[in-house]
């Protein structure tokens, strides 16, 4: 079957350093995205990744290793707006989105 | 702004009385997807039309119906709601299915079933 690994909750503090991890194994690849969800509200797109390496966009990073089914997204200098579910998301071999079940994150003062 | 819209943001219904949500998009991609979404859980997905092409998940249950009449819009029909399709519905839209392209998603109609 195909399954997306990602901690279920994480805290933080304001300011600091956060990565948060992502294991999947999927029939196929074609891209992995991230994906940042507010309580109550809708996903929205963060990063996408298609090949090894790191890909930075301001004060987030995402990063994947195909070799090893992994993915993690950095965020920096955390802001408390940036308390939410944090979701990856893996393009199968017929390009439908697997989801995992999102990393809520907690971030205190 | 180009926007994928859902109505309504809340729906209250009762048990075993039909309910259909709608979504509409401006963006003219031509991918629209329809997802369940409960606390805490992964998105389901339910269905998606590339275009016209309807595409239903094999474990979508047969109480879950949905039309595309247009690029535009696209509706989710509940024929007989019952306490556990209590969740939140999420339509969301692509460009394309193929890699690169990332969905865009609507506000979400919260269900409530009484």
């Known amino acids: 079957g195909q399954n997306i690994d990602q901690p279920t909750e994480m805290t933080a503090t304001e300011g600091a350093i956060v990565q948060i991890n992502c294991t999947y194994q999927?029939?196929?690849?074609?891209?992995l995205f991230w994906y940042q969800q507010h309580a109550g509200e809708a996903p929205t797109f963060l990063s996408y990744?298609?090949l090894d390496g790191l890909e930075e966009k301001g004060r987030f990073s995402s990063f994947l290793s195909r070799s090893k089914g992994y993915s993690y997204l950095l965020l920096k200098e955390l802001q408390m707006k940036d308390s939410a579910s944090y979701l990856c998301a893996v393009k199968d071999s017929n390009y439908q989105l697997i989801w995992g079940a999102g990393t809520k994150l907690i971030i205190k003062p | 702004d180009a926007m994928v819209i859902q109505n309504p943001r809340y729906q209250v219904t009762q048990f075993g009385k039909p309910v259909t949500l709608s979504c509409s998009q401006t963006l003219n991609h031509n991918v629209m997807y329809w997802y369940q979404q409960k606390s805490s859980q992964a998105p389901k997905l339910l269905f998606h039309y590339y275009d016209k092409d309807f595409n239903n998940e094999a474990d979508t249950p047969d109480n879950f119906q949905s039309r595309r009449p247009n690029t535009s819009f696209c509706f989710l029909d509940i024929r007989s709601p019952g306490l556990g399709d209590a969740a939140m519905y999420l339509c969301a839209t692509s460009r394309e299915s193929a890699s690169s392209y990332e969905q865009y998603f609507g506000p979400g109609t919260r269900l409530t079933v009484t």
């Open positions: 999927t029939s196929g690849f074609n891209g």
């Open positions: 990744n298609v």
